[in-house]
């Protein structure tokens, strides 16, 4: 029988970002993660190994608050594809890490036809 130590784990913010961030990607409407701050009021794109940029978590005490920053497909409903990457992050970040999320917000920095 296996022995049972008591103790806790500590996961990085960085972790939890990149958890959210390839969960998010996997929503469908989503073109990719976006820079917090609009460049000229342009929505920048960024690489699948910088998709942490576009994900803000902040811990307070007991759970995490999720800020996503994405870019939409044209033509998708964006009320339904952020309530279902919402729904999305959260469930993965509460399975695969074991946080609890208080919030996640989703901020639209943009709209891309997919080619």
């Not at 920048?44 to 978590?57: E, T, Y």
């Not at 309530?83 to 509460?94: E, F, I, P």
């Amino acid at each position: 029988m296996p022995e049972v130590t008591q103790g806790s784990v500590n996961i990085a913010n960085d972790v939890l970002a990149d958890l959210a961030g390839y969960a998010a990607l996997e929503c469908y409407g989503v073109v990719g993660m976006a820079s917090p701050s609009l460049r000229d009021g342009v929505a920048q794109l960024l690489s699948r190994d910088r998709l942490r940029k576009g994900v803000a978590i902040t811990s307070n005490g007991e759970g995490v608050k999720v800020d996503l920053y994405v870019v939409a497909e044209y033509g998708t409903q964006l009320a339904q594809v952020a309530q279902n990457m919402a729904d999305r992050v959260k469930y993965v970040l509460t399975t695969n890490a074991e946080v609890k999320v208080d919030s996640v917000e989703v901020h639209v920095q943009g709209i891309k036809v997919r080619k």
